[in-house]
């Protein structure tokens, strides 16, 4: 699998800084209310009403992988509505300042709706507030930004990170049916998405099953370095690991063969997918096996929130749907769901994203 450089993700989110879908937008502003009226063009999806819009997607954070194949697929979902005459993007690079001022400053170029992963969390509820008090319909995603819809945006479209524990929780005592020891490696420290899938195995498995090291789960910030000398510590401190839980299954790749050359098997594995780790497996198999489950990492959770932004702007039909419920993707126990691996593509490329992996890889190029 060939890896994509950080230049090549850098020119990608550039490119899609201003990309105009279809001419220019003189449209005033939608309000942040939108219409009551639901008028819809025909031959576009339901959502897609016919007041013409520019629509805005924000970023906290646009530099890595992940983020390249989710702005793509905010990219293509808004580009379905033809009243969304232009798309604006913006990265806010990591930096809560900058990403405060890229909400204000897409409020003040006169955006209609706009769709933002905050990642800074309740930082940024100000700057939300201000954009849908001025009118703009405003759709902060994945990341609970705190605050009230109707009151501080027009809506929060979650992911259901709880769905993603009990699917795992099910998992687990399918494979390790007697209890055992489990290490959860989440996100970054008190993150919502990972204390919410805490709660949701800690309530699903019994006392025959045990959290090791930090709870609830070992900080990690899904960063790969990180990861393997956090894991290299739990390897050293526990003899007995039968379960590994991570909410970003890629960020392992590098750091599970410490299992093997510490003479130890890769324990049970419950995590999001990548073709990376799908990789990885299928070439354990032989030697080193184990057993791996996967939810969909959920790259799609912008495609919600843009169908619910773009209707309230646009007069559209407003999805029923408020939160993003990412399926089990893969299941090395299961035939029906087979780890897949696609070699002759890179290895940050998620498979089960609507986009196709073929069209990800060209992604940065």
Known sequence: MRPRTKSGLAAAALAAMSLVLSGCSGASNAGGSGSDKVTHVSGAPSWCGTKKITFALLDGFG?????????ASGKAEAAKCPSVT???YADGQGNTSKAISDIKGMASRGVNAMVVFPDAGKAVLPALTAAYKAGVVTVPYRVDPGGKAGVNYDKWIGDDFANDGNNWAAWIKKV????GNILFMGGPAGNSQ???EYNALKANLGSQYTFIDQTPFVPTNWDPTLTQTLLSAAIAKYPKIDVIVSDFGPTLVSSLPLFTKSG??????????????ACF???Q???HPFKLETVATGNDNVRLAVDYAVAKATGGKIPTADSFKGPVFEDSTDPSKPVQCRSDLPGDVYLSAEMPGDQQAQLGK
């Open 63 to 71: 530099g890595n992988s992940w983020r390249l194949v989710t702005t």
């Open 86 to 88: 232009k798309f604006l």
């Open 176 to 179: 390790v049916p007697n209890g």
């Open 194 to 196: 990972s204390v919410t």
């Open 264 to 277: 130890r098997q890769i324990p049970a594995l419950a995590t999001s997918d990548g073709n990376s780790l």
């Open 281 to 283: 497996w299928k070439s």
């Open 285 to 287: 198999q032989a030697a």
